[in-house]
């Protein structure tokens, strides 16, 4: 092994089995280098000493056994790093194995590994990673990891999942992946399109369609993301969460505990891949299931300006009154919107008035406040026959009566209709079904 590496020549230990332990370190020498190596199949039935070395070329693990465990700590993949099975050689298995700040800088394939005990805290990985259909048997721990390209964990065995402030710079798919218990993405990031959903089977029972317990929160979603097809069977936390895109939960199933709140939605026009506004009916209706009001008024006001937005609202009465909604009630969820902007209303039609009765030189504020507030509690009075005015206005009444009434008008209907969605708001804030 030291011949091959002082001439630079991948070391070829296809085949071996180690009876103990064996430290590379000590073999890589003081400057910790080592050209590629192969350990396919190769059998290592003590510990194996990895930390620190530098690969300078391909390496090969294929079906290996780490009977007691191994320690790949702060070393560095240069070129391809492999240990999924290939022809003619099982699964690698690892025993208790760390790749704690480990750097993969080219390729890394996991494919079919079983891992009984392993860590990949703050490990660093390169342009494509995949862990597709590997069995994790304790929980696994991503925490702090960083794939800078993609990455694929289709129809990995998680029983307990930790990716918690993991950043994904490409495409990840968890795609079929199985979650036998808690799921943990609390302050990941990921930059591209995130794949969590499931293929469509006939039975309910199978768990590559289940989430039994996730937690996003304060997760980052710069892509398209897709949980189609899952059950959320338990608590499901996206509470302070931010998603670029609409998110698609088409064919889930929500469980009651699903927390969305201070959630950020920022996607109201949709792209060609996703319909803002369909992804965002899902979730309404999924709010609606469980009496979510709160919710499910958030998704509604989403939709209708996905729908106002992306030009499927069609004519120009639908978008105005669709924008209108929208600015003084946030589509019925704010009843202090509609509130405000009824003080707003009432400030400038007193002001309005206060400035037409000084021109005439009459008693300025009291008038004005009068006749302001009559507007409101006597919505279009003026128009009957039996109206008086103040008898401070009298004059100026009858010389300008008809400009009088239609300003008077105006400010009584948008009153009343601010008024009305107060109330509106109010109900359904706090209505109870």
Same mark, same amino acid.
């Given at each position: 092994?030291?011949?091959?590496?002082?001439?630079?020549?991948?070391?070829? %230990?296809?085949?071996?089995?180690?009876?103990?332990?064996?430290?590379?370190?000590?073999?890589?020498?003081?400057?910790?280098?080592?050209?590629?190596?192969?350990?396919?199949?190769?059998? =290592?039935?003590?510990?194996?000493?990895?930390?620190? =070395?530098?690969?300078?070329?391909?390496?090969?693990?294929?079906?290996?056994?780490?009977?007691?465990?191994?320690? $790949?700590?702060?070393?560095?993949?240069?070129?391809?790093? !492999?240990?999924?099975?290939?022809?003619?050689?099982? &699964?690698?298995?690892?025993?208790?194995?760390?790749?704690?700040?480990?750097? +993969?800088?080219?390729?890394?394939?996991?494919?079919?590994? *079983?891992?009984?005990?392993?860590?990949?805290?703050?490990?660093?990985?390169?342009?494509?990673?995949?862990?597709?259909?590997?069995?994790?048997?304790?929980?696994?721990?991503?925490?702090?990891?960083?794939?800078?390209?993609?990455?694929?964990?289709?129809?990995?065995?998680?029983?307990?999942?930790? $990716?918690?402030?993991?950043?994904?710079?490409?495409?990840?798919?968890?795609?079929?992946? &199985?979650?036998?218990?808690?799921?943990?993405?609390?302050?990941?990031?990921?930059?591209?399109?995130?794949?969590?959903?499931?293929?469509?089977? !006939?039975?309910?029972?199978?768990?590559?369609?289940?989430?039994?317990?996730?937690?996003?929160?304060? /997760?980052?979603? %710069?892509?398209?993301?897709?949980?189609?097809?899952?059950?959320?069977?338990?608590?499901?936390? $996206? !509470?302070?969460?931010?998603?670029?895109?609409?998110?698609?939960?088409?064919?889930?199933?929500?469980?009651?505990?699903?927390?969305?709140?201070?959630?950020?939605?920022?996607?109201?026009?949709?792209?060609?891949?996703?319909?803002?506004?369909?992804?965002?009916?899902?979730?309404?209706?999924?709010?609606?299931?469980?009496?979510?009001?709160?919710?499910?008024?958030?998704?509604?006001?989403?939709?209708?300006?996905?729908?106002?937005?992306?030009?499927?609202?069609?004519?120009?009465?639908?978008? %105005?009154?669709?924008?209108?909604?929208?600015?003084?009630?946030? &589509?019925?969820?704010?009843?202090?919107?509609?509130?405000?902007?009824?003080?707003?209303?009432?400030?400038?039609?007193?002001?309005?008035? +206060?400035?037409?009765?000084?021109?005439?030189? *009459?008693?300025? !504020?009291? /008038?004005? *406040?009068?006749?302001?507030?009559?507007?409101?509690?006597?919505?279009?009075?003026?128009?009957?026959?039996? &109206?008086?005015?103040?008898?401070? =206005?009298?004059?100026?009444?009858?010389?300008?009566?008809?400009?009088?009434?239609?300003?008077?008008?105006?400010?009584?209907?948008?009153?009343?209709? *601010?008024?009305?969605?107060?109330?509106?708001?109010?109900?359904?804030?706090?209505?109870?079904?």
């Amino acid at each position: 092994m030291a011949a091959a590496r002082d001439a630079d020549k991948p070391i070829d %230990l296809t085949g071996v089995v180690f009876p103990g332990d064996i430290d590379f370190a000590e073999i890589a020498g003081e400057d910790k280098v080592l050209p590629g190596i192969s350990l396919a199949g190769a059998i =290592i039935l003590g510990k194996a000493d990895f930390r620190g =070395i530098t690969f300078t070329a391909r390496c090969q693990f294929n079906g290996i056994k780490f009977i007691e465990g191994a320690t $790949f700590d702060k070393a560095t993949f240069e070129a391809l790093a !492999s240990f999924e099975p290939v022809s003619g050689l099982s &699964y690698a298995e690892f025993g208790h194995c760390s790749f704690v700040n480990t750097r +993969f800088r080219h390729k890394a394939y996991f494919d079919f590994c *079983l891992f009984h005990d392993c860590t990949f805290r703050e490990a660093v990985f390169g342009q494509v990673t995949s862990f597709n259909n590997a069995t994790f048997h304790v929980p696994s721990d991503f925490t702090k990891a960083w794939f800078e390209g993609m990455a694929s964990f289709e129809n990995t065995k998680f029983p307990e999942a930790i $990716f918690q402030e993991v950043t994904v710079g490409g495409d990840v798919s968890f795609r079929d992946a &199985y979650f036998e218990r808690e799921a943990y993405f609390k302050r990941a990031a990921f930059h591209s399109d995130a794949d969590f959903s499931a293929e469509i089977t !006939s039975d309910k029972s199978d768990k590559r369609q289940t989430f039994p317990s996730v937690s996003f929160q304060n /997760a980052t979603f %710069l892509g398209h993301t897709t949980f189609a097809n899952r059950h959320f069977l338990g608590p499901t936390d $996206f !509470s302070r969460a931010k998603f670029k895109v609409a998110p698609v939960f088409h064919g889930c199933s929500l469980h009651q505990d699903t927390d969305f709140r201070k959630t950020q939605f920022r996607d109201d026009r949709g792209t060609a891949e996703v319909d803002a506004a369909r992804a965002y009916r899902t979730l309404r209706q999924a709010m609606e299931f469980h009496r979510a009001r709160r919710e499910q008024g958030m998704f509604y006001a989403l939709e209708q300006r996905a729908l106002r937005k992306s030009g499927q609202l069609k004519g120009v009465a639908p978008k %105005l009154f669709s924008l209108l909604y929208d600015w003084t009630a946030d &589509y019925g969820r704010s009843f202090g919107l509609p509130f405000a902007w009824l003080a707003l209303v009432t400030f400038f039609s007193f002001a309005l008035y +206060f400035e037409l009765f000084h021109a005439e030189g *009459l008693p300025r !504020s009291g /008038a004005a *406040l009068s006749f302001t507030i009559e507007q409101i509690v006597r919505p279009f009075f003026v128009w009957t026959s039996s &109206y008086k005015p103040p008898s401070d =206005i009298m004059d100026v009444w009858e010389a300008s009566k008809w400009p009088f009434r239609l300003v008077a008008t105006a400010q009584s209907l948008i009153s009343f209709g *601010l008024l009305t969605l107060f109330i509106l708001a109010l109900r359904r804030t706090f209505k109870m079904d």
